[in-house]
């Protein structure tokens, strides 16, 4: 069993990561002792100087208060021998073939399970591909001493971890029911509500929760190109279909749909399904499209020709606000005009070593919006623009 409050030890495995971070320093605000394990030298060095690596609101707060009183950051693999709980939030990629990498996180289990002890529960909570926790099980039955396994996957928003940790259900599921009642009461402690599910169950629900979100933005993006394409305003249709309509309360608004979980989750959850999910791949071929569309916009400014033109992409990060630029598709458009022989300058409010916003506005002959930082919910450019995310296009409607 866990021993009491004061004395619980966890130790979050990819603790230095967009997801390992924010749920530590949730667990330290709440008096657990918190080791952050990375192999990530850089991040843990940051950390321990007490800064945070990226963006994440209420984070550096935190790390102000917890550093080194009950929350420690570690590259060194023996601190899993201390802990009651270790918490595995490393990354699931899909390989180059649109399939899961299973192997990435057996081998990141194999590589720690000489640590682990009887008495201590395992959590993976990185977003698996429906079959992993069992055969994790099976691995560790045979190769270790340890029994107790749960399944508690992430579902927070990028860069509002934290706050979202704490006002989110937190769906639990396990080997044992042992292990189950373990990860409630862990999760009790930074959460109000706790669902149960079976390890398979708990696994799909993750998986289709994201495939959901990529298929949500797939439609929305899909009606922009077939508007845009016959020459109508399709955010003045959207404005339109959504006011005062209750039931299109969750229609998305066009855009990048990218960020390193989306469309990989899509594509797992495809492969789960013998790649039978149309749908999702559907939403695929509609959302990674939208950056050549974007692209042909654009040329349609310059009579199809891009030669020598200054194209300036406003926004390299995947989302709005945000210092991530993983997956983002906006270095898909840059690769595409660059192929159309453009001179492309890359702005980004949140990547110092990019061009200024005033710099790229004055220089460039055309803009593309890569993504909404809200640097640029204040500003018209005076050149042409291609803005799928409607935030100019509405000065246009008025
Ligand atoms: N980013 C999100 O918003 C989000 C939300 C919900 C779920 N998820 C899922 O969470 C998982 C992690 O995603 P992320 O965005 O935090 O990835 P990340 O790359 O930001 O973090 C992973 C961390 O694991 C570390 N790591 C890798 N191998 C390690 C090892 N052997 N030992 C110790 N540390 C190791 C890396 O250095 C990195 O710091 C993925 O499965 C992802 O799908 C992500």
Known sequence: MMHDDKTIHLVVVGGCGHVGLPLGLAFASKGVHVTLLDINEQAVQTLNQGKIPFQEEGAQEILDRHLNKNLFITSDDTVVENADVVCFITGTPIDEHLNPRIQDIIRIIRHYKKHFHPDQLIILRSTIYPGTTRVIENILQKESKVRKIAFCPERIQEGKGICEIFSL??????????????????????????????????????????????????????????????GYDFHKIFAAMTEDYPRARSFA??????????????????????????????????????????VDQMSQHFDGDLRQRKIAILGMTFKADNDDTRESLSFKIKKLLEFRMAEVISSDP???????????????DGIILGVPHKEYLTIFPQQPFVDCWGIWSKHQQN
Not at 261 to 287: E, P, R, Y
């Open 169 to 230: 259900p937190q769906l639990v599921s396990a080997t044992s029911s042992e292990a189950e009642q373990e990860a409630v009461a862990l999760f009790s402690r930074i959460t109000q509500k706790t669902i149960i599910l079976s390890p398979e169950e708990a696994e799909l629900a993750k998986l289709m929760t994201n495939s959901w979100r990529y298929l949500q933005f797939a439609i929305a993006n899909q009606f922009y190109m077939m508007a845009t394409e016959f």
């Open 253 to 294: 608004r066009p855009g990048l749909a990218a960020g390193p979980c989306l469309f990989k989750d899509t594509m797992q959850i495809a492969a789960f399904h013998k790649h039978h999910f149309h749908l999702g791949h559907s939403a695929m071929l509609v959302n990674e499209g939208l950056p050549s569309f974007l």
């Open 350 to 364: 949140w990547l110092p070593d990019t061009c200024p916003l005033e710099e790229a506005l004055a220089q460039a």
